[in-house]
């Protein structure tokens, strides 16, 4: 999913969050507990538009993706490592720990 895909869904969920406080304003009033709701909303929304216009355009939410080939790698890629690792399964009758 784009960055772009990202911020609207994040403003579809704001705006339904904004919807949802105002019904919950007419039922319970107008106290300080709503406002603060309120006000809590509004700078959400204040903030997603700030990310909306710092966002580059066309920018993704995560990297490409990189495609790794099937073929097998060069197995001169390996010559200087050690059989590290590798236990007990290189030399017959030992155990490992």
């Given at each position: 999913?784009?960055?772009?895909?990202?911020l609207?869904?994040?403003?579809?969920?704001?705006?339904?969050?904004?919807?949802?406080?105002?019904?919950?304003?007419?039922?319970?009033?107008?106290?300080?507990?709503?406002?603060?709701?309120?006000?809590?909303?509004?700078?959400?929304?204040?903030?997603?538009?700030?990310?909306?216009?710092?966002?580059?355009?066309?920018?993704?939410?995560?990297?490409?993706?990189?495609?790794?080939?099937?073929?097998?790698?060069?197995?001169?890629?390996?010559?200087?490592?050690?059989?590290?690792?590798l236990?007990?399964?290189?030399?017959?009758?030992?155990?490992?720990?």
């Open positions: 999913m784009s960055l772009h895909d990202e609207t869904a994040a403003q579809r969920c704001l705006d339904d969050l904004v919807r949802t406080v105002g019904r919950l304003e007419q039922q319970v009033g107008h106290g300080l507990d709503i406002r603060r709701v309120r006000t809590d909303a509004d700078h959400l929304r204040e903030s997603l538009a700030l990310l909306r216009e710092a966002a580059p355009a066309g920018a993704t939410a995560r990297p490409d993706l990189v495609t790794i080939p099937d073929a097998p790698y060069d197995a001169s890629l390996w010559t200087d490592s050690d059989d590290e690792g236990g007990s399964t290189r030399s017959r009758g030992r155990r490992t720990p």
